[in-house]
């Protein structure tokens, strides 16, 4: 803490113990307790308290006072708690009464604090903070403060529910040891009077536990259920089995039960249990019980037990089986798909579902549970060896067809599902298995009737603009496996490309945009390939999209220059010049006249793309400077930078190509001074220089990192100091600022600044005017007077180290304060 800050805190406590002015905002008020969090991780709470006593005249002040504010009163619990984090802290604030008074409540001056959610959210977070040492823990246990803790955990704020059960779980797991170790022959007599404290406190938590799993009311049941999940996540083994004996009773009942919402926290207590050695202990039945939830609840909770079965590491092959079905089962069920099962308890209520796939909401619901488990399952890359992936994309395309109504004859039951026809839900979740099915390979069996099903959607016009998104990404997968082809590139020219054509010309500017987008990707993922090449540039594909640049949103715009720059990267065709000229002379005009900034990013990342691979784009190199000046001067920062990103490119591919005489030499001089002077003609020094100085901090601390490795390697080139290489600084608007540190480097080159030892921007201007000064000043002597890595390590810090620190953030609070106590109005 330094002694700005030291020097202010008095002033601060004062403010926030005054009642009469308005507290301040919760904010503030963590960050300045984020602050003493980290002082205390310093130092003890009793030094801080010894080096500050405005602290703990502070928390007397809170403690005494008849009206006070529950933001104020809740902070002040959370800083006790923290101050009292350390033995030495927690020793001074008990001595001094501190800790009866705040932390219970029975002793509060104002009555109906505790009805506060923030002061009771308060209260356990600087119990959280102090139950970090074996006396905070006595002093816990001997003043019956579980009590009012247990109470918490069916509190009607979510989040103090989940602070009570962490604390209840910190509790559990630092008692434990002592409480195992109560019967030990080398107990000291006066630490088995305090462990017996802690015995009754952990076998309270436990007993309330029980009683709560035990309960009828699912509010008291769902904390139960979250405190065990924790409990077994976090604690160790001896305290897991000892609770489990506790909780497997009604464990058993709650497994069975119907008719409420308890399956996800249940799973999520069995999931917890399996990754303990609870599930290889036949007496602690955590398969048993992982069964009988499978198939005791209703459908939807059905499939959801099987996903979190499935994702288990460690399973039982026949336990594997049973959750595959039921997951399948809904797919299977509604396209007719005939499957054998391994278990006949899967059947037993086919019936039933039948029945819930009749009704839409059901349907619906359960349909996309199955499909997203699915999905989950194969993207998380877990096993489906019981069943046959051919199975399961046949069962997706056959649900496929029936959303769209494609149904295929064979499925008498179809007529009952006419609610499956056009929903958005199923289609986007069936896509989206569709492609995820492509990491296996049985799925090249499927290759025809996906491609088909995918370009059925594509031509529906009754296709979503979210569907025809997933159909895209389908696609894109399926592309990614099969084999080059005749009847694939038929079916790209004939089939894809036409409606593609059509989704750019869309009424819908998302349908628009997703299209370019997957032109551009699938343009990338068959790079090379001469055949997609010669469909996409013979078919009208480029004609088109020149038409997408002239889109009315930008995002299509900036979609539209991505596809073409990606057209014209993949060619393994001789590409006219006057192609390649009207595409650079588009990009051009998009930087120099559009008025949103994302197609003209787009632009720069496709020179940048272009710049990149070994091809030379002729028209692109004699507009390089252009490029440079339009995107240098842009008011968008994100412009600036992938400008200089093109500038980093340039600079690799001039700089770092320069031919060698021998291996492991130096490059020749000659070429480097011919590189550097391209870089100079081009524009791209002056970029530098620019950019340097601009307001955006990241504009600023890119072209620094590049100034750098230019300077690093006129280091490496000993045979070219740079001194040939002049900039005439005067003409450049950052010429002033380099100017003005090159005198204050060099005053004894000039009278008149001589005698001074900071030198003003007014000199400048007489140093302009001198004669005898230059005018040119060399490249290295540049660098030299540049301090790079100093300002490389200023730009790095940000602004966060001045708006967030300790010392602007009390000043904000006195400032807040300061006018809150002028704007006290007599209202009478």
């Known amino acids: 803490m330094d002694s700005e800050c030291l020097s202010l805190l008095p002033s601060v406590c004062e403010v926030l113990a005054d009642s009469k002015l308005l507290p301040p905002d919760d904010t503030s008020l963590e960050k300045l307790l984020d602050w003493f969090k980290d002082l205390t991780s310093q130092d003890d709470g009793q030094s801080l308290l010894q080096h500050q006593p405005c602290l703990l005249q502070f ?123 109560n019967d030990t022959d080398s107990t000291a007599e006066g630490q088995a009077l305090v462990s017996s404290d802690w015995v009754s406190v952990t076998t309270e938590i436990m007993s309330h536990m029980s ?159 199955s499909l997203s488990s699915i999905a989950e399952l194969i993207c998380k890359k877990k096993s489906l060896d019981s069943v046959s992936i051919r199975l399961i994309g046949s069962a997706v395309i056959s649900l496929l067809r029936i959303c769209i109504g494609h149904y295929p004859s064979t499925i008498l039951q179809v007529g009952n599902f006419p609610h499956l026809i056009g929903c958005c839900k199923i289609q986007r979740c069936g896509l989206d298995v569709l492609g995820s099915l492509t990491v296996y390979e049985e799925s090249m069996d499927l290759i025809q009737e996906a491609f088909a099903i995918i370009l059925q959607y594509m031509q529906s016009p009754d296709s979503h603009a979210t569907v025809l998104k997933k159909a895209h990404q389908a696609a894109l997968k399926w592309f990614s496996i099969c084999s080059p082809s005749t009847d694939l590139w038929r079916f790209v020219s004939n089939d894809l490309f036409s409606v593609l054509k059509k989704h750019v010309c869309d009424g819908r500017w998302e349908v628009r945009d997703s299209t370019l987008e997957f032109i551009a990707q699938l343009t990338s993922a068959l790079k090379g390939n001469s055949e997609y090449t010669e469909a996409l540039h013979t078919n009208g594909m480029i004609s088109v999209l020149f038409t997408a640049l002239s889109d009315v949103e930008a995002y299509v715009q900036a979609s539209a220059v991505a596809a073409l720059g990606e057209a014209l990267t993949t ?147 000993s045979g070219t100091d740079g001194n040939d ?37 007014e000199q400048i201007d007489i140093v302009k005017c001198d004669p005898c000064w230059p005018k040119e000043i060399s490249l290295c002597k540049i660098l030299d007077v540049l301090d790079l890595d100093e300002m490389q390590h200023t730009l790095s810090l940000s602004s966060d180290h001045v708006i967030n620190s300790p010392r602007s953030l009390m000043e904000d609070i006195l400032f807040v304060a300061h006018q809150s106590e002028d704007n006290v109005v007599d209202c009478y």
């Not at 089995?241 to 464990?251: D, G």
Request: net charge negative; proline share 4%.
């Open 725 to 761: 290489l002049a900039l005439e600084i005067c003409r450049y608007n950052w010429g002033e600022e380099i100017l003005h540190r090159y005198c204050s480097k060099r005053p004894e080159q000039s009278d008149c600044v001589s005698n001074d030892d900071e030198v003003s921007y």
């Open 571 to 717: 060619t393994n065709l001789p590409l006219c010049t006057s192609l390649q000229e009207e595409i650079v002379s588009h990009l051009l005009t998009v930087l120099a006249q559009d008025a949103e900034s994302f197609p003209r990013r787009a632009a720069l990342k496709v020179f940048t793309s272009w710049l990149k691979i070994p091809q030379t784009f002729a028209a692109l190199d004699q507009s390089l400077s252009s490029v440079f000046s339009l995107g240098g001067n842009d008011c968008d920062w994100e412009v600036k930078i992938h400008t200089l990103e093109l500038a980093d490119v340039l600079m690799e591919k001039s700089l770092s190509h320069c031919p060698y005489a021998v291996q492991g030499y130096e490059p020749s001089e000659r070429c480097t001074e011919q590189a550097l002077n391209k870089l100079m003609d081009l524009g791209t020094l002056g970029l530098l220089f620019k950019c340097l100085f601009d307001c955006d901090r990241p504009v600023s601390q890119k072209a620094c990192a590049l100034l750098l490795k230019l300077r690093a390697f006129m280091k490496q080139t």
């Open 211 to 369: 009683r709560s799993l035990a309960s009828e009311d699912q509010a008291v049941i769902l904390p139960g259920l979250r405190l065990l999940a924790i409990v077994l996540t976090q604690c160790g083994d001896p305290l897991k089995r000892l609770l489990w004996k506790h909780v497997l009773e009604p464990l058993e009942v709650l497994a069975i039960r119907k008719g409420d919402s308890l399956t996800p926290p249940m799973m999520a207590v069995l999931q917890a249990a399996a990754r303990t050695p609870l599930y290889i202990q036949p007496e602690c039945r955590v398969e048993a019980l992982m069964n009988v939830m499978l198939y005791s609840r209703n459908t939807n909770e059905s499939v959801l037990c099987a996903a979190s079965i499935l994702l288990l590491e460690k399973c039982s092959e026949v336990l594997k089986s049973r959750a595959t079905d039921v997951i399948l089962l809904p797919v299977l069920c509604i396209t007719g798909t005939q499957q054998h099962f391994h278990e006949s308890d899967v059947l037993s209520g086919h019936d039933l579902l039948l029945d819930l796939l009749a009704q839409r909401a059901s349907c619906i619901s359960l349909l996309t549970q």
């Open 59 to 181: 928390l007397y002040s809170v403690m005494e006072s008849e009206v006070v504010d529950p933001i104020i009163f809740s902070f002040s619990l959370k800083l006790a708690g923290l101050l009292a984090a350390e033995e030495s802290g927690f020793c001074l604030l008990q001595e001094k009464g501190v800790l009866v008074s705040m932390f219970v409540p029975d002793g509060w001056h104002v009555l109906g604090l505790w009805k506060n959610a923030s002061v009771r959210c308060g209260w356990l977070q600087g119990l959280w903070n102090m139950l970090q040492h074996p006396p905070a823990m006595d002093f816990f246990c001997r003043n019956g403060i579980i009590t009012l803790v247990l109470n918490l955990q069916n509190d009607e704020s979510l989040f103090i529910t989940s602070l009570t059960n962490q604390i209840l779980a910190h509790i559990l797991n630092c008692s434990m040891p002592r409480v195992l170790g």
